[in-house]
């Protein structure tokens, strides 16, 4: 009987454990308040972490300004950094992202009143920062520039918000309120370590397999950015990305797009600086610049930091050099290069041909 | 497959749902003969046919032996037997090395040789050396004939150690099958326990290390010394975490049915000489290989040149048996050659007799020899290993090139570093986690809880899989 006692006291102790140690370290289950400006879910003000790749926090302001946790004024010139994951930055702390460090290099440059905020969330693309930028036209005084972070992935015809259908339709990016009450609870209590084993538990069920093997080759899957579109199709599709952010820049005034490749990067050994289908990202700046926007190719930025100091732009030491998101080194990269670029242009140039780099 | 999968999780319910409530021993076998038939289906029902084919040689083979006492007849027998196993090994593993390597050879004189592009059944390895010593102990009298098909077809296919060990002798495994071994709490509790440490050592410290030595690997070369030493370290530690892991698990099942296999791995690394080494890794291959391969070949009776050719050759064939490729035999060719060594020059014995400063740099030239000799074992080629050792010994690229000494492999070595340290103190019987012990439960519970939680998300089959 006792040793019954025992088992089921194990369960218990061990499950409180689990919770109480496992909540300060995995929280899947974020943003679970609906912001009306975002059009998405958000926690402002509070800190949460994410386990899959290191651990760090974001800092999530009033509507989900990244930087501007205590009101924004109107005498502070703001620069707006657009972007997804990279631009949220799971692994940075606050103060070393782009858009922080953007705000100190200004300062230290003696321009007191310029500050970097950014509006930037995992998954989303350039269709959601088309749509974005109209939400948040008055949540943003004094708007000098909007920096347009993308990379191959955010300009892919990938399902989730400008889709080619015969041509490009755009659907509406943004989420709705839809998260289950369910969900707000395991986010209230913290009980993300019960809802991570939930979907595990449902991902083996769903991937079981009883009969004998072997299990035949995984049929290539025909969705999203796995479905080959031709050059035509591409073109209609960039244009139309192009012609939304041509129209939103007369509204909210002036966006620089800035190319993030993901290199340098280590290969079998080897050190690449080989941009992944550059050809296709220089049509699309090509066809950016050809509409008048501004267009920063950030890949002689990364590879120079490399060749300098012998440092990884992307990766942590807990993950893989040279692979994943930004690391603080890539956030000053990118703050530098923003800061150098405005310093350059500090007005919109009246005619544009090439992607350039900052320091051109 | 594999015991962290959530496929095993409902595979071993239904087994052991079956045995509490099934007393007959006959249908217990059965039930187990044709669940560890369906273990073996699930990666390719194709292989099942390679199993069956060795037992019932090596079952009429046995049987043919107890019938004759003619000498010449039984040795013919044997010839049999082991024609028929190393032959399926030979042709199934070594036939795509052997057209390699004779391409090699050839390709000068023009000659072109095609590969047949063979699968390797998985276990194969481990299956074939326990029928052969089932054959072998029979012919030199050591073991009865197995008198039940259906025995022997679980002795051979009893699915906790069929595709990685440990290698079960017939001798330790078929008395078993005689009686009824009632499924009990305390027996379940034993095989839980070290199911749960095997699940930890594989799942959170050998997967882990893995990603570590995957990358380590692929980028050889462009890592700095130190970088690359903590690959090379970390892939003996990842080894050992999962195949003892594996170990673990499978002596955990087997036990919590109420059968009783041998340990495998004995805290390897805490030896201070390889001769210790080798009495603590595989242990059921290393004896194996002592009683079929090494004493037959003369063993230490011969002779002092003699004995260091026999340890030579029989760390050579160890090599081989792992994997079809020169690397593994440079593997072996390290161990066998060190153990000659320190067979020539005593060193076991004196390192055993010296001071604490004696076993220090005695137990530092093991973890060297070791974690050399796996970066043979792990490279993708001759030459990568060769490039690894470099960069690991030059001093102009100990500092130059990437550095990356990731925390998860600090953790996790320290974490071997920390079992092995307990080991040889008088603080082991602590770690045990005792049944009567109220913080038992805790700490199997919170290990599962761990293992679920920070299991890493790509999938990774156990290293001993491939052999």
């Known amino acids: ?115 970097g905020v950014a509006v930037a969330k995992s998954g989303r693309d350039l269709g959601h920062h088309i749509e974005l930028l109209a939400l948040y036209e008055d949540q943003i005084p004094n708007c000098k520039a909007n920096l347009v972070l993308f990379d191959y992935a955010d300009i892919t015809p990938n399902g989730r918000s400008l889709i080619i259908d015969g041509e490009p339709v755009w659907k509406h990016a943004v989420a709705k309120p839809s998260m289950l009450s369910a969900r707000q609870i395991i986010a209230d209590y913290q009980l993300d370590v019960f809802w991570i084993l939930a979907k595990r538990t449902i991902s083996a069920v769903k991937g079981l397999r009883l009969r004998p093997g072997p299990v035949a080759p995984a049929v290539p899957s025909t969705s999203g950015n796995d479905v080959k579109y031709t050059q035509d199709e591409l073109v209609q599709f960039w244009q139309k990305l192009a012609d939304g952010l041509v129209d939103q820049e007369a509204r909210s005034g002036r966006i620089i797009m800035i190319f993030h490749p993901r290199v340098p990067q280590l290969i079998d050994g080897e050190l690449s600086t080989e941009v992944a289908d550059r050809e296709h990202v220089t049509q699309f700046m090509q066809i950016c610049n050809d509409r008048g926007l501004e267009t920063v190719d950030l890949t002689d930025d990364f590879v120079d930091y490399y060749n300098e100091t012998g440092l990884f732009v992307h990766g942590f030491s807990n993950t893989f050099p040279s692979r994943g998101h930004w690391n603080v080194n890539g956030h000053r990269v990118v703050a530098t290069t923003a800061w150098n670029y405005l310093q350059t242009h500090p007005e919109k140039p009246r005619h544009r041909d090439q992607p350039r780099s900052a320091t051109q | ?85 190393l032959g399926m090994l030979g042709f199934f593993k070594y036939y795509g090395f052997f057209v390699e390597s004779m391409q090699t050879m050839l390709s000068p004189l023009g000659w072109n040789l095609s590969s047949l592009g063979i699968i390797l059944p ?24 197995c008198e039940d098909i259906f025995d022997f077809a679980l002795f051979v296919s009893f699915f906790p150690q069929l595709v990685a060990g440990p290698i079960v002798r ?267 012990r109220w913080y038992t439960p805790v700490l199997l519970f919170t290990m599962i809880y761990l293992v679920l939680i920070f299991q890493p998300t790509s999938f990774k089959p156990f290293i001993y899989f491939q052999f």
């Open chain 2, 122 to 145: 998985v276990g194969i390895s481990f299956y074939t050396f326990q029928t052969l010593s089932y054959t072998i102990d029979v012919y030199r009298r050591k073991l009865d004939v």
């Open chain 1, 1 to 115: 009987m006792r040793t019954v006692y025992y088992w089921i006291q194990g369960f218990v102790i061990a499950t409180l454990l689990a919770w109480f140690g496992l909540r300060g370290f995995i929280s899947e289950t974020s943003n679970p308040k609906w912001n009306e400006v975002a059009k998405d879910y958000l926690e402002p003000g509070k800190r949460y972490c994410r386990g899959e790749e290191g651990y760090g926090w974001v800092d999530f302001s009033n509507n989900g300004i990244l930087g501007g946790k205590d009101g924004l004024s109107k005498d502070d010139r703001h620069v707006v950094f657009w972007g997804d994951s990279f631009v949220e930055a799971y692994q940075v702390t606050p103060s070393a992202t782009c858009y922080s460090l953007f705000t100190q290099i200004t300062s230290d440059a003696g321009q007191d009143n310029y500050q």
């Open chain 2, 170 to 436: 017939a001798s330790e495994f078929l008395p078993q099958l005689n009686e009824y071994r009632p499924l009990t709490g305390t027996r379940f509790f034993l095989g839980f326990r070290q199911f749960t440490f095997g699940l930890v050592k594989k799942v959170l410290i050998a997967d882990h290390l893995a990603m570590v030595v995957d990358f380590s690997f692929e980028n050889a070369g462009a890592m700095d010394g130190i970088s690359t030493w903590v690959g090379a370290i970390c892939y003996t530690g990842q080894i050992y975490c999962d195949f003892s892991g594996y170990s673990d698990m499978a002596i955990g099942i087997a036990r919590g049915m109420g059968y009783d296999f041998c340990p495998n791995f004995n805290h390897p690394f805490a030896g201070n000489s390889l001769t210790t080494h080798w009495r603590r890794w595989h242990i059921s291959l290393s004896t194996w290989l002592r009683d079929y391969l090494y004493i037959p070949l003369g063993g230490n009776r011969k002779g002092k040149i003699r004995t260091y050719i026999n340890l030579l050759l029989t760390m050579l064939l160890g090599g081989l048996w792992h994997g079809a490729a020169w690397r593994f035999v440079a593997w072996g060719a390290i161990h066998g050659s060190a153990l000659a060594l320190e067979k020539r020059f005593d060193i076991h014995t004196r390192i055993d007799q010296g001071s604490t400063l004696n076993k220090f740099f005695g137990w530092a030239y093991m973890m060297l020899v070791v974690v050399i000799a796996f970066v043979f074992f792990r490279a993708e080629s001759f030459g990568q290993a060769i490039i690894i050792i470099k960069h690991m010994f030059d001093p102009t690229t100990f500092f130059t090139g990437t550095h990356w000494v990731p925390l998860r492999a600090v953790l996790c070595l320290m974490f071997i570093a920390a079992t092995h340290a307990i080991s040889m103190t008088r603080f082991r019987h602590v770690v045990e986690l005792k049944p009567d």
């Open chain 2, 1 to 85: 497959m594999i015991f962290s999968q959530f496929i095993f999780v409902l595979f071993i319910s239904v087994v052991f749902s079956f045995l509490v409530l099934v007393r007959h021993n006959r249908a217990r076998k059965l039930f187990l003969l044709a669940a560890s038939y369906y273990f073996y289906a699930y990666w390719d029902w194709r292989f099942c046919g390679l199993l069956l084919l060795s037992t019932i040689v090596d079952f009429w083979i046995g049987h043919a032996l107890k019938r004759t006492d003619n000498e010449r007849s039984r040795t013919c027998l044997l010839l049999i037997s082991l024609a028929v196993n």
